[in-house]
């Protein structure tokens, strides 16, 4: 284990993100892209190697990363042990360095009465470091099996799956239907939180070892799914969850009410494309934005909301303010429901001077003005009784608006590809599959990650992607 008694003399430092005032005028990363290796030593030695360790199972990382390994490694100076330690239950720590919530803090052992080692900054420091340093070079696959596999959509589960299965020596093209590769890691989570350099970086890697991309390919529509079994050993859909959850009140088809991940993509796209967001009807310049529903999507509207200079934002929330503390009801080692500050909500209180969030509201119809635009919003403030949503009266309220963007999560996968395939569907319109073994209801046809579980995170999809492509090679071993 790390240092014995590191836990009882070293404080939980993390480390910090660029200023605010200085990172919302652009849209780098939030990280300083420094890494103080002595610092993160010292975390590391904050390790208990305790007998179970729940942060790598469990409640905590979806992966199994070998956290109290690395954690020691690097308490010891061993980076490049601890990368090797790293890769091998990760495929792509450099995307979940950044992007992950961290289950595995809200299940650390010494979370219990302490606060957590800082694995996730650990993680990315070690992977960073082992760009950094040249330690991560392709991985030349010698010897192909001959054997050929599909896999529909770009994101983390499809990378996965394709760096896995390449690497088992089959041959592995992915088709995207976007002009860019990489799911929502490309187009969804913003550049501020995902550097879009470093998702090529990792995409260029898988290139070179083998992976063959191909994007304006919508599988179902453009190119059918009869053709790629002619083609294809095995096929492996990983399409997202990408129906966005929708909000029929009355005027919502006013104009300046869009879905997040319309607003963000054609700000994202923009930027790549031509060096600046978005200029017309998905700016938020000078506008009063109201973001309805929270989680990463409310807050990465934010945070690109304020970098576009909206006038103010504000952001419509359900449900009741969490608790500062774990409630009695979520205990540890489960992932701790509490109130957090992440960076737009931070951003938005250094620019407009409070917290952007109101919570218990319910948004009962839109308002437009002539030209059918829309003008405001009219809520009503809302409790919970046993589980029962209660309207209070007299609280009805209108919010001046121009700008509404809908943030409230995804209800499944879209369903030309499925219908195409003539795969069933559960009981929630995803992809039907048992976690395990990722066969839909046709043979030879896979599928993983959120168009089969529905809307998750990054880690889950990773997990998903490796494990499809163990079934997918246990399939192409009977054939
Ligand atoms: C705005 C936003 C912010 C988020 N922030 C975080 C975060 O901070 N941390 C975190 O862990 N998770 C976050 N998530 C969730 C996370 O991004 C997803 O859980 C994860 O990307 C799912 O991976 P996936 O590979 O299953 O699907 P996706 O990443 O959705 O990729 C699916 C791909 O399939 C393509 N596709 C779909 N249909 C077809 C077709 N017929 N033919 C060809 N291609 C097709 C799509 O174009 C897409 O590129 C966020 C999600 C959103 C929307
Ligand atoms: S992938 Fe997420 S849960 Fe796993 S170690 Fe990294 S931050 Fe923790």
Same mark, same amino acid.
């Given at each position: 284990?790390?240092?014995?008694?590191?836990?009882?003399?070293?404080?939980?430092?993390? #480390?910090?993100?660029?200023?605010?005032?200085? +990172?919302?005028? %652009?849209?780098?990363?939030? &990280?300083?892209?420094?890494? !103080?290796? #002595?610092?993160?030593?010292?975390?590391?030695? +904050?390790?208990? %190697?305790?007998?179970?360790? &729940?942060?790598?199972?469990? !409640?905590?990382?979806?992966?199994?990363?070998?956290?109290?390994?690395?954690? %020691?490694?690097?308490?010891?100076?061993?980076?490049?042990?601890?990368?090797?330690?790293?890769?091998?239950?990760?495929?792509?720590?450099?995307?979940?360095?950044?992007?992950?919530?961290?289950?595995?803090?809200?299940?650390?052992?010494?979370?219990?009465?302490?606060?957590?080692?800082?694995?996730?900054?650990?993680?990315q420091s070690i992977v960073d470091k082992g760009f950094d340093e040249g330690w991560i070079s392709p991985r030349k696959v010698s010897d192909y099996s001959g054997k050929k596999v599909a896999i529909v959509g770009s994101g983390p589960a499809g990378l996965a799956a394709a760096d896995e299965l390449n690497q088992m020596g089959h041959s592995v093209a992915v088709y995207e239907r976007s002009d860019r590769i990489g799911g929502l890691l490309m187009y969804g989570i913003p550049n501020m939180k995902l550097g879009k350099d470093v998702v090529n970086r990792r995409i260029d890697l898988l290139r070179s070892e083998g992976v063959e991309f191909i994007t304006n390919a919508n599988i179902g529509r453009d190119l059918m799914v009869e053709e790629l079994r002619t083609k294809f050993d095995a096929i492996v859909f990983t399409t997202g969850s990408t129906k966005a959850r929708d909000l029929p009140a009355e005027n919502r088809e006013a104009k300046g009410i869009y879905p997040a991940m319309e607003y963000l993509k054609e700000n994202y796209k923009s930027l790549l494309d031509h060096g600046d967001v978005n200029k017309d009807q998905f700016s938020a310049k000078n506008k009063d934005v109201v973001v309805i529903g929270g989680g990463d999507t409310g807050t990465d509207c934010i945070g690109t909301a304020l970098r576009q200079g909206a006038k103010s934002i504000v952001n419509f929330e359900l449900m009741n303010k969490p608790p500062l503390d774990r409630a009695e009801k979520n205990p540890w080692p489960e992932w701790p429901i509490i109130y957090r500050v992440d960076y737009g909500h931070e951003e938005a209180t250094s620019v407009y001077g409070k917290d952007p969030r109101r919570y218990q509201l319910l948004t009962k119809s839109f308002i437009k003005d002539k030209e059918g635009n829309v003008s405001g919003i009219k809520t009503v403030n809302v409790e919970f009784e046993n589980g029962q949503l209660n309207e209070i009266t007299n609280t009805e309220k209108i919010w001046d608006t121009q700008l509404v963007l809908l943030s409230m999560g995804f209800v499944s996968p879209e369903h030309y590809l499925s219908d195409d395939a003539e795969i069933e569907l559960d009981e929630r319109g995803n992809y039907k599959a048992e976690y395990g073994n990722f066969c839909t209801s046709k043979q030879g046809i896979f599928c993983a990650g959120d168009c089969r579980?529905?809307?998750?995170?990054v880690v889950w999809a990773i997990n998903e992607g490796r494990g499809v492509a163990k079934s997918v090679d246990s399939y192409l071993e009977t054939l």
């Open positions: 284990m790390g240092k014995v008694t590191g836990f009882l003399e070293l404080d939980r430092e993390i #480390e910090p993100y660029r200023d605010v005032e200085i +990172r919302i005028k %652009d849209y780098d990363e939030i &990280f300083t892209g420094i890494h !103080d290796s #002595e610092k993160l030593q010292q975390q590391g030695a +904050r390790c208990m %190697d305790c007998g179970v360790p &729940f942060c790598q199972s469990a !409640d905590g990382c979806p992966v199994d990363n070998l956290i109290p390994e690395w954690n %020691d490694l690097v308490y010891n100076d061993s980076w490049r042990d601890a990368l090797e330690r790293l890769h091998k239950t990760n495929n792509f720590p450099e995307f979940t360095g950044r992007v992950c919530p961290a289950p595995c803090e809200g299940a650390c052992v010494l979370g219990m009465n302490n606060p957590a080692v800082t694995i996730k900054n650990i993680e579980r529905g809307q998750s995170l």
